[in-house]
């Protein structure tokens, strides 16, 4: 029950901090960093899909090394692909499951288990949250609830900020044509 209350409170404590905000750099870092303590992993990571080349791009992470960060591209359609089709995909050993793209650098990594979340806008993917246990960790329903939460409000606030910079822009626009007119 103590750990249902704190996911509550770590909810509550970053959904008021990510409303305070506008820089959605800020918003995701602060997503993976309240994630990575409050389940007590190894680390977690955001990556956005990249519709140019279909891959899975870092935006921010925690507790994950240079080395296992730069280890080569992330397919959308290789790298725990059903997460982004389907919903979330827990996979509980990640030296013996075909959907990791990368199980060498894995292992190497100390990484055992990873969740993987979708994080959509306006019912279309835009990208994935990733969990990374130490120890081999059964996720819970709680665990894969809490991620899923984070991941679609991380993903409400992204769009949000896109908006409010758009709006920003044209209202930048709109001021320039009116002081070039003549009067």
């Not at 994630?35 to 899909?49: D, P, R």
């Amino acid at each position: 029950m103590e750990k249902h209350l704190l996911n509550y409170e770590t909810l509550i404590k970053i959904t008021k901090a990510m409303s305070m905000s506008r820089d959605p750099e800020e918003i995701i870092l602060l997503t993976v960093k309240t994630i990575k303590k409050t389940l007590n992993i190894k680390g977690c990571a955001l990556f956005l899909i990249n519709p140019d080349n279909n891959e899975l791009e870092l935006v921010a992470s925690q507790g994950l090394s240079k080395g296992y960060l730069n280890k080569g591209p992330v397919g959308s359609l290789q790298s725990i692909a059903e997460s982004l089709q389907d919903g979330p995909v827990a996979i509980y050993d990640v030296t013996d499951d075909p959907r990791i793209q990368y199980p060498e650098a894995a292992k190497k990594e100390g990484i055992a288990s990873i969740l993987s979340v979708p994080i959509f806008v306006r019912g279309e993917v835009i990208g994935a949250m990733r969990v990374y246990t130490s120890q081999q960790w059964e996720f819970t329903l709680e665990d894969v609830n809490f991620v899923q939460a984070l991941a679609q409000i991380t993903g409400i606030l992204i769009d949000m900020c896109r908006l409010y910079e758009g709006q920003n822009q044209m209202i930048d626009v709109l001021t320039k044509m009116r002081d070039a007119m003549p009067l």
